[in-house]
């Protein structure tokens, strides 16, 4: 029998219209992006403020706390409720982390969108082993990039926002977008526990992790949390991102647009099967 937990389903509109005014003169209505602060406190312990669209905000604070280390497993977590009157998130598991507070005490500011933060000792909660490596084709990056233009609908309307994705291989399996790449992320992590995994009706699962954000440290190591070993992103790359990549086994493509990217492979499993026509212009392959 699978482990229940009860939720409050807080949902809230990703967007708004005010009134604003053209470089014409003329007023209208326009689709903003929804900012929300929503204070997280996990068995009545305060732990941060998130701030969110609020449109899945009991995934966004699950996979928060989950991404953190702070909740170890889905059977630890018992109930997750959001009462957006007083801008509160209460989270209920079966105990706390012994070492509770060295946790909350031990701190790194990461390069996120907003002001993200990855908890002390977090590394240790990535399996040691390297990540399964799955192989990916050139054309599958170029089928699954044109099957994510369909959803970016509230960046579309209202932009300000980031979106990421699980995938299989080019299908779609769940889109987020939120007004931080790490608030994405954490939602769809705690997606996967509240619905007890995120699968296609197949059961299959998400072995490609879509993000139109920056491919950092913080990035990499939440998607090895997840057990996927292709990082896939619009935006460039950093350093540290590229190292823990290598460490965990992570094939990382970056600036994918159209038909360019750049990809960093230590495995060799990137299968170049649709090279596009050079244009004057482009740059030349080297020795």
């Known amino acids: 029998m699978s482990h229940s937990i009860q939720r409050s389903h807080a949902r809230l509109p ?3 219209d005010i009134q604003v005014v053209d470089e014409f003169g003329q007023s209208h209505r326009q689709a903003i992006a929804a900012e929300r602060a929503l204070t997280v ?57 012994e070492d509770l ?23 240790d ?4 082993a390297r990540l399964t490596p799955t192989p990916l084709k050139q054309s599958v990056v ?11 609908e509230t960046y579309r309307s209202a932009g300000a926002v980031h979106g990421c994705a699980l995938c299989r291989q080019e299908k779609v399996l769940d889109f987020v977008e939120d007004v931080g790449r790490h608030n994405a992320v954490d939602t769809l992590a705690g997606r996967e526990w509240l619905n007890e995994g995120t699968s296609d009706a197949t059961g299959t699962k998400a072995d490609i992790f879509y993000t ?19 990082l896939l992103s619009r935006s460039g790359v950093t350093q540290k991102g590229v190292e823990l990549a290598e460490r965990f086994g992570v094939l990382l493509v970056a600036r994918a647009k159209g ?16 090279p596009p026509p ?5 740059r030349r392959q080297t020795d």
């Open 41 to 97: 406190y996990l068995n009545r312990r305060e732990i941060v403020t998130l701030m969110s669209l609020g449109e899945d905000p009991e995934a966004l604070v699950v996979g928060y706390l989950r991404n953190q280390g702070l909740i170890g497993a889905r059977e630890d977590l018992e109930a997750v409720f959001v009462d957006w009157d007083v801008e509160a998130a209460a989270v209920v598991t079966r105990y706390l982390p």
């Open 278 to 282: 050079r244009r004057p212009g482009d």
């Open 259 to 274: 038909r360019h990217f750049q990809v960093i492979d230590t495995q060799q499993r990137f299968i170049f099967d649709a």
């Open 142 to 152: 170029y089928a699954l990039l044109e099957n994510l233009a369909a959803y970016n």
């Open 125 to 128: 909660s990535v399996p040691k």
């Open 14 to 16: 990703a967007t708004l």
């Open 101 to 123: 507070e060295t946790r909350l005490g031990q701190r790194t500011v990461t390069t996120g969108c907003g002001q993200g933060t990855v908890f002390g000792r977090l590394l």
């Open 212 to 230: 139109t954000g920056r491919l950092t440290s913080e990035m990499v190591l939440k998607v090895a949390q997840m057990g996927i070993s292709v």
